[in-house]
């Protein structure tokens, strides 16, 4: 562990597994205490919460679905009970679902923009009742398809365009109060879920490694370095960013 992030604590949504989980684990492996939030998977939740405790680290699994005021308002409460003080969101929880557009419900709609979109308004607004007067930092999950749509991902691309202008918007609209808002954008990056969809497997994979300047897929542990950046003093000069972190890729 480092001392990097010593004293501050942070939550992160959505981190039961995949990039939350490696976001999480490299918040507490800086010093920050964090509240590990997941929808669902109590048991993720908990093996992230082990593994930053066995590392010397502080952390706490607690139960909450973004797109819900009330879940919202009882994660950011659940921060303040458990550590005192709340210093860093990460807004990571998300949806999606690869199809063709013609396929796209009313239901799906709503699904990715409730969690996607909607998430991040309502855990900002939380966050700034619980900011103390040094501020905050948020940093908010986007996506290389924000800025570069993949054919059969425009809903969820959509969605993710919206959180690189979220992302803008607030870090001007909050600067005042001291809290910077970032975005960073993953690209390729191997995690649970996409191993689920077999996203990069055969020849795909190997077109996906082969039009990646850096020859490989990224990992949760890649994104986490940029996180920590962010969300440390190294980066106080830096709002209103979307850091695209895919090994080259456009």
Same mark, same amino acid.
């Given at each position: 562990?480092s001392?990097?992030?010593?004293?501050?604590?942070?939550? /992160?949504?959505?981190?039961?597994?995949? #990039?939350?989980?490696? #976001?999480?684990?490299?918040?507490?492996?800086?010093?920050?205490?964090? #509240?590990?939030?997941?929808?669902? +998977?109590?048991?993720?939740?908990?093996?992230?919460? =082990?593994?930053?405790?066995?590392?010397?680290?502080?952390?706490?699994?607690?139960?909450? +679905?973004?797109?819900?005021?009330?879940?919202?308002?009882?994660?950011?409460?659940? =921060?303040?009970? =458990?550590?005192?003080?709340?210093?860093?969101?990460?807004?990571? $929880?998300?949806?999606?679902?690869?199809?063709?557009?013609?396929?796209?419900?009313?239901?799906?709609?709503?699904?990715?923009?409730?969690?996607?979109?909607l998430?991040?308004i309502?855990?900002?607004?939380?966050?700034?009742?619980?900011?103390?007067?040094?501020?905050?930092?948020?940093?908010?999950?986007?996506?290389? /398809?924000?800025? $570069?749509?993949?054919?059969?991902?425009v809903?969820?691309?959509?969605?993710? $365009?919206?959180?690189?202008?979220?992302?803008?918007?607030?870090?001007?609209?909050?600067?005042?109060?001291?809290?910077?808002?970032? $975005?960073?954008?993953?690209?390729? &990056?191997?995690?649970e879920? &996409?191993?689920?969809?077999?996203?990069?497997?055969?020849?795909?994979?190997?077109?996906?490694?082969?039009?990646?300047?850096?020859?490989?897929?990224? &990992?949760?542990? *890649?994104?986490?370095?940029?996180?920590?950046?962010?969300?440390? *003093? *190294?980066? =106080?000069? /830096?709002?209103?960013?979307? #850091?695209?972190?895919?090994?080259?890729?456009?």
């Amino acid at each position: 562990m480092s001392d990097r992030l010593a004293g501050k604590v942070a939550v /992160v949504t959505g981190a039961s597994k995949g #990039i939350g989980a490696g #976001i999480a684990r490299g918040l507490g492996e800086a010093g920050a205490s964090v #509240i590990v939030n997941y929808a669902s +998977d109590r048991a993720g939740a908990d093996r992230v919460v =082990a593994e930053i405790t066995r590392r010397g680290g502080k952390a706490v699994a607690v139960q909450g +679905d973004v797109s819900k005021a009330t879940d919202v308002g009882r994660m950011l409460a659940e =921060a303040i009970r =458990a550590f005192g003080r709340l210093d860093i969101l990460v807004n990571n $929880a998300g949806v999606y679902k690869f199809a063709p557009f013609e396929s796209i419900t009313e239901e799906e709609f709503y699904r990715h923009y409730d969690t996607n979109v909607l998430g991040p308004i309502l855990a900002v607004q939380e966050a700034l009742k619980h900011f103390g007067p040094e501020g905050g930092t948020v940093i908010n999950i986007s996506s290389v /398809v924000g800025a $570069a749509p993949w054919p059969q991902a425009v809903l969820y691309s959509s969605t993710k $365009a919206a959180v690189d202008n979220l992302t803008r918007g607030l870090a001007l609209e909050l600067a005042p109060r001291k809290v910077r808002v970032n $975005a960073v954008a993953p690209g390729t &990056t191997e995690s649970e879920g &996409t191993s689920d969809l077999h996203l990069f497997e055969g020849d795909e994979g190997k077109k996906v490694i082969a039009s990646t300047p850096l020859g490989r897929l990224g &990992t949760p542990a *890649d994104i986490a370095r940029v996180v920590v950046f962010l969300a440390s *003093d *190294d980066s =106080a000069w /830096v709002t209103g960013e979307v #850091i695209r972190a895919s090994g080259g890729l456009k």
